[in-house]
């Protein structure tokens, strides 16, 4: 990204390849210039924190049990037909009870149940008292 004058042209360098204390970049700091946006230093202090929280959330991604489930969760789309889904009343929801894919498919469910009642306490077990 070219840093852009006044007059709308380019200074001629790339934002990578200089340092923060060269005049242009304090230039574009200070008037908040950046690709065509106007922003002003809230604006900036607020865009840097969701970069911080951005990082702290691809830091937890990168977990290779997150990143497996990601890619598997990635490619459920491809597997289901759509067209060929029935509605379910709850004599055939019982009768589903006996496949071996619902059964799989419902433990996966459970276990991601449990784990996203425990999001409201942040990440703690649900306290006694609030279980049914």
């Known amino acids: 990204m070219l840093v852009p004058d006044d007059s709308g042209r380019s200074f001629g360098k790339d934002l990578r390849s200089i340092s923060l204390s060269e005049e242009p970049v304090q230039l574009l700091l200070q008037q908040g210039h950046v ?3 106007v922003y002003d230093a809230e604006d900036i202090d607020q865009m840097g924190d969701i ?5 702290g959330l691809t830091k937890k991604l990168s977990d290779p049990k997150a990143k497996a489930f990601l890619e598997k969760a990635a490619s459920l789309p491809s597997h289901i037909d759509l067209e060929s889904s029935k509605k379910v009343g709850i004599f055939r929801l019982l009768a589903a009870g006996f496949d071996s894919e619902i059964k799989e498919g419902l433990g996966v469910m459970m276990e991601l149940t449990k784990a996203m009642g425990k999001i409201k306490y942040n990440g703690n077990n649900v306290p006694e008292q609030e279980t049914l």
């Open 35 to 37: 690709d065509g946006f």
């Open 51 to 55: 970069m911080v929280e951005f990082l």
